[in-house]
């Protein structure tokens, strides 16, 4: 792919990148304060992200940059939208990190602490450190969930996030 097409991915992308990034960057979870540091978060187009039939998508583990795969732009506006949405939720993990408590039910919207330092803070926060990969992935929908009130789903075969669907799979990679 040339770097001119990666130039016209990076159009198609951004007002979804950017009203995604409204709705999380601006959201209140405490009632007083913002999620003001996803405003710094940017994204890049890298053919390299589609490395298997289901990547599209992948945030950095400090969440400060979303990237994406090429291929994208090919999918329904639904599915970019809750990629997207869900790629801001591990954004919004890394970003604040240890601040949000989740559940193992995926229709539970993740629940903000913020700073707390009791007892039970400082438990999650050690449990959050060691959390795999599925309690990761699991996470980013559930701050979906608590910033939009939309519930990340799976359709297809090949499992992508979407607005319908069945709660993601356990070993989904």
């Given at each position: 792919?040339?770097?001119?097409?990666?130039?016209?991915?990076?159009?198609?992308?951004?007002?979804?990148?950017?009203?995604?990034?409204?709705?999380?960057?601006?959201?209140?979870?405490?009632?007083?304060?913002?999620?003001?540091?996803?405003?710094?978060?940017?994204?890049?187009?890298?053919?390299?992200?589609?490395?298997?039939?289901?990547?599209?998508?992948?945030?950095?583990?400090?969440?400060?940059?979303?990237?994406?795969?090429?291929?994208?732009?090919?999918?329904?506006?639904e599915?970019?939208?809750?990629?997207?949405?869900?790629?801001?939720?591990?954004?919004?993990?890394?970003?604040?990190?240890?601040?949000?408590?989740?559940?193992?039910?995926?229709?539970?919207?993740?629940?903000?602490?913020?700073?707390?330092?009791?007892?039970?803070?400082?438990?999650?926060?050690?449990?959050?450190?060691?959390?795999?990969?599925?309690?990761?992935?699991?996470?980013?929908?559930?701050?979906?969930?608590?910033?939009?009130?939309?519930?990340?789903?799976?359709?297809?075969?090949?499992?992508i996030?979407?607005?319908?669907?069945?709660?993601?799979?356990?070993?989904?990679?």
């Amino acid at each position: 792919m040339s770097s001119g097409s990666l130039e016209v991915v990076a159009c198609i992308i951004q007002p979804y990148f950017d009203a995604v990034k409204h709705t999380f960057a601006n959201f209140s979870p405490d009632g007083v304060s913002n999620l003001s540091k996803l405003t710094r978060v940017g994204f890049l187009i890298e053919p390299a992200v589609h490395n298997t039939p289901r990547h599209f998508a992948a945030c950095r583990e400090d969440g400060g940059l979303l990237v994406f795969a090429p291929e994208i732009v090919d999918l329904p506006e639904e599915s970019v939208t809750a990629m997207l949405a869900h790629e801001f939720g591990h954004a919004a993990d890394f970003s604040y990190p240890g601040n949000w408590v989740t559940s193992d039910d995926p229709t539970k919207a993740a629940i903000w602490i913020g700073s707390r330092s009791d007892k039970q803070a400082m438990r999650w926060r050690k449990f959050w450190m060691g959390r795999n990969t599925d309690q990761q992935e699991m996470a980013a929908d559930a701050i979906v969930k608590a910033v939009t009130g939309k519930t990340v789903g799976y359709c297809g075969s090949l499992q992508i996030q979407c607005f319908t669907g069945k709660p993601r799979p356990v070993g989904l990679r």
